[in-house]
């Protein structure tokens, strides 16, 4: 009996000794699950838009000695497609982009030139334009600074209009083909919707134009600002 009784009061002790233990442990609690990062903003993907501006054009004629030179400027809309990759865990975005434009530039200047004594006008059109071009940019988040730089068309014609009696009159047209560079800066407006705008100088270089019985030779150069806004499909696409 007494043997019970010891045993049971030993087992009692050690019951309260370790539930007094148990109090004394801290308490911890589970750590909150942590939410998955919003992925950053990034401009890698292909890309769609639209775009208008103006193009001050320059065209430097040479005939038979005089230089009618002309400026063809006016209004310009087109489109433009592109690709760009923004590299991992930095700024640096490389990119492609092609665009076609339409432009209304038209101009005409007098010259006697072609028969002597009668008047004619020379006059440079610029029917459309387009590039090919790579671009390099360096993004601020939602933000794009980029510089491009490629191959440049225009196409031009050269025409030859009589003012007067016994005057030449006469067209000639080519694609001229050169170079172009510029830079712009671009916004997300969303992660779809992009806004831009953008200086390019494009030079098409020197041609010869067969006009109205004449060697005609032109060199043709622009500058011009555009606004643009495209929408920007997902990287994965």
């Given at each position: 009996?007494?043997r019970a009784t010891l ?8 019951l ?11 308490a ?13 903003f ?14 001050w054009?320059d065209?430097?004629?040479r ?15 087109g ?12 700024p ?7 665009d076609?434009n339409y ?12 028969t ?5 006008r020379i ?11 790579a ?9 794009l600074v ?15 209009r009589?003012t007067?009696?016994?005057g ?11 170079w172009?560079?510029?830079?712009g ?6 992660d779809?919707v992009t ?16 006009v ?10 622009e ?10 499909f997902?990287?994965?696409?």
């Amino acid at each position: 009996m007494k043997r019970a009784t010891l045993f049971g009061g030993a087992a009692a002790l050690a019951l309260w000794g370790g539930a007094a233990f148990a109090a004394d442990i801290p308490a911890y609690e589970a750590a909150p699950a942590v939410a998955a990062p919003v992925p950053s903003f990034t401009w890698s993907g292909p890309y769609l838009g639209l775009q208008a501006g103006y193009g001050w054009f320059d065209a430097d004629n040479r005939v038979n000695g005089f230089k009618p030179d002309s400026s063809p400027d006016g209004f310009t809309v087109g489109a433009y497609a592109g690709y760009n990759h923004q590299l991992e865990n930095s700024p640096l975005v490389l990119g492609v982009e092609a665009d076609i434009n339409y432009t209304d530039g038209d101009a005409r200047r007098g010259t006697r030139g072609f028969t002597g004594a009668s008047d004619t006008r020379i006059g440079n059109d610029v029917g459309f334009t387009g590039a090919v071009r790579a671009r390099v940019g360096y993004a601020f988040d939602r933000f794009l600074v980029y510089g491009a730089g490629g191959l440049a068309f225009a196409d031009h014609e050269v025409k030859a209009r009589a003012t007067a009696p016994g005057g030449a009159s006469g067209s000639d047209d080519t694609v001229a083909v050169g170079w172009t560079i510029g830079g712009g800066v671009e916004a997300a407006l969303s992660d779809n919707v992009t806004a831009r705008v953008e200086y390019r100088y494009s030079d098409f270089g020197t041609d010869s134009f067969s006009v109205a019985g004449s060697r005609v030779k032109s060199d043709l150069t622009e500058n011009r600002v555009m606004l643009g806004v495209g929408y920007k499909f997902s990287s994965g696409w």
